[in-house]
């Protein structure tokens, strides 16, 4: 933890107006401002943080850190008074590496893992795998802090106070091992700046937070900025190659010296997918470790789970795992909450499975990698977000109908929008065939009550999430539990 007051030039920062000051503690926001603290006025989408400065002071700030921009915003507030004025080009990154140095200790081995699908999934099976070799570890990512310690967590990335804070109490823990996930915002916005990364990977890349990123090449070199910059040069870079930009970021690692492993269908790749065999309950695996062959069975649904798998592997091995040792826990790993998720099974065998599938790719490669172990129909549930990436709604329709037998589009999380106009526009890549019913519940009750023998549901867009949000409000809303629930009722449980 940050033990006591810390001076300025010990976290790294240069005072340009003031004294070299003591601080008890950092804050972005100045409503957790408390006496003592370095106030870090970052600049925003909507409004520069230094506009907040006066109330920051009036907490108790003794430090402000920005931007020259917000340094002329403060100006009036920090006048006549006496407080200590940093001033950098970029304050996102220099916060950053002030949080690491302000809580100092984080999990010995740590690894990143960045893309646009994946994350989690790779992130939570480095932490299963580190756990079955008897290491005390954790992830933390969307689903919160999970492993030998939990916690809850707002953001898929934390800002940097709150995740130096908490690879600071993880290790107070006895937490040695970490798996995160980097998110393109995280890295946009510095967040992992001064985490000491051991190794780093890289799922995949297609279209998501476009409301975001201005463009393609802006999304991808957020991403690419884990390996160019975040990573050190004696880190280890797992990339799938497999992926277009692969091989591009390949490149960037091997320029800085990072040992890199490739992981792909490609006889080049150190760690090589050579075959799957499906069934109901999950999948046979036969891959590849620097040339030698190796049989795996997974109690996991979906095609894609071997590569998530491969790539959680490989970070292992990459941090000091023996190769066969880890190869020897991949049987008993476990899916992801909300990830290709099995949630209830009906009494003619049919099978509802919930998953976060929120972008166009993400559903078809959803729905894709179901089918192998489905005999019967398929019937995929579909919406899409409020206030977010329009562009993907008829994307997501279209990807549905294209590749389930049944599509029925529902509310998502429509936030601020009008249900029915999110709906029509997913409705109308979805075509004539599809069914739209507004009330999530409705449409999981709708969509198990269709289900023969043989048949499977995939319920897509929430996941793990335990909320469903219509316009600023979040009602407690589960798609596994409803589903259970329909199952139930359906059968005659309740």
């Known amino acids: 933890m940050g033990n006591g007051a810390k001076p300025l030039s010990e976290l790294g920062l240069t005072v340009l107006h003031g004294a070299d000051v003591a601080v008890t503690g950092l804050s972005v926001d100045s409503r957790l401002t408390r006496e003592g603290h370095l106030f870090a006025a970052l600049p925003g989408t909507k409004v520069h943080g230094a506009s907040f400065a006066p109330v920051a002071l ?21 006048s006549g008074r006496d407080v200590a004025l940093v001033v950098v080009e970029d304050p996102r990154q220099a ?28 992130a939570t099976f480095t932490r299963q795998i580190w756990a079955l070799l008897d290491f005390e570890a954790a992830n933390i990512g969307t689903t919160g802090v999970e492993g030998a310690f939990t916690a809850p967590s707002a953001h898929t990335t934390p800002e940097p106070i709150t995740l130096h804070r908490l690879l600071s109490q993880m290790e107070a823990a006895g937490v040695t091992h970490a798996a995160m996930e980097a998110s393109s915002h995280g890295l946009a916005q510095k967040r992992l700046d001064g985490v000491r990364l051991s190794a780093a990977a890289f799922t995949n890349f297609t279209q998501d937070h476009l409301d975001y990123h201005a463009t393609f090449d802006e999304y991808f070199a957020a991403k690419a900025g884990l390996f160019t910059r975040v990573l050190p ?28 492993i490739r992981i792909g269908h490609d006889e080049r790749c150190e760690m090589r997918l050579l075959g799957q065999r499906y069934d109901a309950t999950g999948q046979d695996l036969r891959f590849s470790w620097e040339g030698a062959v190796h049989l795996a069975r997974l109690p996991l649904i979906g095609g894609f789970q071997a590569m998530n798998v491969l790539t959680a592997a490989a970070l292992a091995i990459g941090c000091g795992a023996e190769a066969s040792a880890v190869f020897g826990t991949l049987p008993r790993l476990q899916t992801v909450r909300g990830r290709m998720q099995l949630a209830a099974t009906r009494d003619n065998g049919a099978a509802v499975f919930v998953d976060y599938a929120h972008t166009p790719d993400a559903v078809e490669t959803a729905i894709k990698a179901l089918r192998p172990h489905v005999m019967g129909n398929l019937v995929a549930i579909v919406g899409a977000g409020g206030d977010r990436d329009r562009t993907k709604r008829p994307l997501m329709g279209r990807a549905a109908a294209l590749n389930a037998d049944k599509v029925l589009v529902t509310d998502d ?37 269709m289900l023969g023998p043989g048949d499977a549901l995939l319920i897509c867009g929430k996941g793990h999430e335990t909320g469903q949000i219509i316009g600023t409000d979040i009602y407690p809303f589960d798609d596994a ?8 009722a359906l059968d005659g449980k309740i």
């Open 58 to 78: 009036e907490r108790g700030a003794i430090a402000i850190l920005s931007d020259r921009e917000g340094a002329e915003i403060a100006r009036e507030a920090v």
């Open 95 to 122: 916060l950053a590496f002030a949080s690491a140095l302000f809580f100092g200790a984080q999990p010995a081995t740590v690894v990143g893992v960045t893309g646009t699908n994946g994350k989690t999934s790779v």
């Open 233 to 260: 040069e004696d880190g280890v870079a797992v990339i799938n190659t497999d992926d277009p930009k692969g091989e591009e970021l390949v490149k960037y690692a091997r320029v800085r010296g990072q040992r890199v």
């Open 413 to 449: 999380n429509p936030r601020t929008e009008d249900p029915a106009l999110i709906r029509a526009a997913v409705m109308e890549g979805a075509g004539a065939e599809a069914v739209e019913v507004g009330d999530r519940a409705e449409a999981i009750l709708r969509g198990v009550d």
């Open 481 to 488: 539990e409803q589903a259970s629930v329909a199952v139930a």
